[in-house]
């Protein structure tokens, strides 16, 4: 297989994985649960494994070997092609039932409103659960690469098989330990239902503000009116005629035309929270760069005489960043924050999103720079021509920009998830999750798509390409000083949406433990 086709390949599923959390936190939150989807994804990813290993084991499965003098190797069959395709399938369905239910299932058995620390001690858990994550990248870069490069692609396959079995043994020895929530009714439904609704509905006025009988509240609810957030939607849940639009017990007689406030509600935090979210995709883009590996190619990789960092090792300076950093700021620094911010979680969600874009333009600005002196360097050694040739320069000069990236996706990402399981009902945990995952499989896209607009406009007629893959002919350092430029402009819109998030975005459903917002009102507990 060609380079090109196996590295858009690799994207395709990259973002299919991502994309596939949304499909995953629907199916937990209104079908069946957070745990059943777990073990549902666990499953799918070790099949998947296990004919990704297939692939490597099993000769028919695999392409015939190339001549050690043949120019052009034979392709994959279609049979071949279809079982590799499916292990990728079968691992991505895998990841999207997996990613946003884990973090979220994680929370429920720690989630303790009589708990006065509950909100502190959700916080320490998304941290630590960011960092194991990110340990676990650290021993998949290097233990399992070490097996595959040195044991062969069989045992290098068959290990994360075998770890997927002992993980689904684990998760299903503990099943009665577990707090599991229920699932609820179809969000998705629920979500068309109201917006459904609301377009009928939208030739009818809105009621008084203290007219609370005129919306249907549903069974169990707590609130006796929508916000006034997305007033257009309110419509969605006016009763018009309780004869006609009501049954006996008071459900709706039709839930295409009369939604309860809470299905209202979810929608809405939904959709206040999409401002926020899209402010990360251009961090999310910075941190998916891979011009890293590229450069430490050409330069002096050595730490020792006898001892050399991969190329492609040079991303674990950012993981161990990341991982040093969340572990440092819980134990250590949260403590002494919160005595001055009077904030139990030492920094909000918010400021640390700002921080962590802030970072992200530290990091690229770096890149630009070291990459500039490189290329200098390169040229005046006379290496335009040798883009594969060493120049004079440590490799070691990457390491800035990786430290500041694993910094930046510490503060922003942890912040962002922190930020929307806050906003979110519990209802919606693990949507939480999927709107961060899916801001990624985006993020791939964007990035691929402005790559290919930089490429074709500086590329144009007999120009070099920025992004040529020859990096010493190419320019390399402006690219990163475009994406500077953009996540520059990228916090400024931040600042807007923080601006318009603090004067809209406060609206609660009742199960999530905060304040009550003054722009509901509950149900008194009194008969």
Not at 92 to 101: E, F, H, K, N, Q
Not at 128 to 137: N, Q, R, V
Not at 282 to 311: G, R
Not at 411 to 438: D, H, K, L
Request: with cysteine.
């Amino acid at each position: 297989m060609e380079v090109v086709s196996g590295t858009n390949i690799l994207l395709i599923w990259s973002a299919l994985s991502n994309a596939l959390a949304i499909f995953g936190a629907f199916l937990s939150d209104s079908y069946l649960g957070r745990f059943n989807v777990i073990v549902l994804g666990s499953i799918s990813s070790f099949l998947g494994m296990t004919l990704l290993w297939f692939t490597a084991t099993i000769p028919q499965l695999k392409p015939s070997p190339c001549d050690e003098f043949a120019y052009n190797c034979n392709s994959p069959t279609a049979a071949q092609f279809t079982v590799l395709f499916t292990s990728l399938g079968l691992i991505s369905i895998g990841a999207g039932c997996v990613r946003p239910c884990s973090m979220a299932f994680g929370a429920d058995q720690l989630d303790n409103k009589a708990n006065p620390n509950n909100e502190r001690v959700l916080e320490s858990f998304f941290n630590w659960y960011y960092a194991s994550t990110g340990i676990s990248t650290v021993l998949a870069f290097t233990i399992i690469v070490y097996i595959q490069d040195h044991l062969g692609w069989q045992i290098g396959f068959a290990v994360p098989a075998i770890l997927m079995v002992c993980s689904v043994f684990m998760l299903l020895l503990g099943s009665s330990l577990y707090i599991k929530v229920k699932a609820s009714e179809s969000l998705f439904t629920g979500f068309i239902q109201v917006l459904v609704a609301s377009f009928r509905n939208r030739n009818i006025d809105l009621p008084p503000s203290d007219n609370d009988e005129s919306y249907h509240q549903g069974h169990g609810s707590k609130l006796l009116a929508p916000t006034e957030n997305l007033r257009c939607l309110n419509k969605a849940c006016i009763i018009r005629d309780c004869e006609r639009d009501l049954n006996s017990e008071g459900s709706a007689s039709n839930p295409w035309r009369l939604c309860t406030i809470e299905q209202v509600e979810s929608l809405k935090s939904l959709l206040l929270v999409t401002p926020m979210w899209s402010s990360g995709i251009m961090l999310l883009v910075t941190l998916s760069l891979s011009f890293t590996a590229l450069q430490a190619n050409t330069m002096n990789k050595h730490i020792t005489k006898n001892f050399e960092i991969p190329a492609g090792s040079f991303t674990l300076f950012m993981i161990t960043a990341l991982t040093i950093w969340v572990a440092l700021y819980d134990r250590i620094l949260v403590p002494v924050i919160a005595k001055y911010t009077s904030h139990p979680r030492g920094l909000n969600p918010k400021t640390r999103m700002g921080i962590g874009l802030l970072l992200g333009a530290a990091a690229t600005a770096t890149a630009a720079i070291v990459e500039s002196i490189r290329r200098h360097v390169a040229i005046e050694e006379g290496l335009e021509d040798k883009p594969e040739a060493t120049v004079a320069m440590s490799a070691m000069w990457l390491v800035p920009q990786q430290v500041l990236l694993g910094l930046a996706e510490a503060f922003n990402a942890i912040g962002q998830i922190e930020f929307f399981y806050s906003r979110f009902p519990r209802s919606m945990s693990s949507v939480a999750v999927a709107v961060y995952t899916f801001g990624m499989a985006l993020a791939s896209i964007v990035g691929s798509v402005l790559m290919s607009i930089v490429d074709r406009v500086t590329g144009n007629g007999d120009n070099i390409s920025w992004i040529s893959s020859n990096l010493n002919k190419g320019h390399v350092d402006y690219y990163y000083g475009l994406i500077t430029f953009l996540n520059l402009v990228n916090f400024v819109y931040f600042l807007f949406c923080c601006r318009w998030d603090s004067g809209n975005g406060e609206s609660m459903l009742p199960d999530q433990g905060r304040e009550e917002s003054p722009e509901y009102r509950k149900l008194s507990s009194s008969p």
